[in-house]
């Protein structure tokens, strides 16, 4: 069984402007769809437990979601380098993997690309 624990998902950007005003000072709302950060936003803080919500810290409100408990990831403190992680625990029986999702936006429509930033462990069994 594979666990895969995410410290930080960050940024879908669509391109870049000299104006930094997004979160960390990285571009702007416009071209920041989406910021997750596993140190902010989500729905617990609580070592342990599953996250319903985790909340978009790009000032555009596209959090993503999962209503099913057995689907959803579990936070977890303090666990790299002093920082929360995010644990997908790649338990797949009867279709219950991890996973969030969220509504379409108008934000990340006609995009050139994106990028995407994210620190990830994986543990051994």
């Known amino acids: 069984m594979k666990y895969i624990r995410i410290a930080f998902l ?7 402007l000299s104006a930094q005003t997004g979160p960390a000072g990285v571009d702007n709302t416009v071209n920041n769809g989406i910021w997750l ?9 609580i070592d342990g437990e599953a996250i319903e919500i985790w909340e978009d810290q790009s000032g555009n409100g596209i959090n993503v979601e999962q209503a099913t408990v057995d689907q959803q990831p579990l936070f977890q403190d303090a ?10 625990d790649d338990i797949n029986s009867s279709g219950q993997n991890d996973f969030f999702s969220a509504d379409d ?13 994210s620190v990830v462990r994986p543990l051994s069994n």
């Open 105 to 117: 936006a108008a934000v990340l429509d006609n995009s050139d690309g994106f990028t995407m930033f």
């Open 79 to 88: 666990y790299m380098n002093g920082y929360p992680t995010i644990l997908f």
């Open 10 to 16: 960050v940024s879908i950007c669509t391109s870049h």
């Open 37 to 45: 950060k596993a140190d902010k936003g989500t729905s617990t803080n």
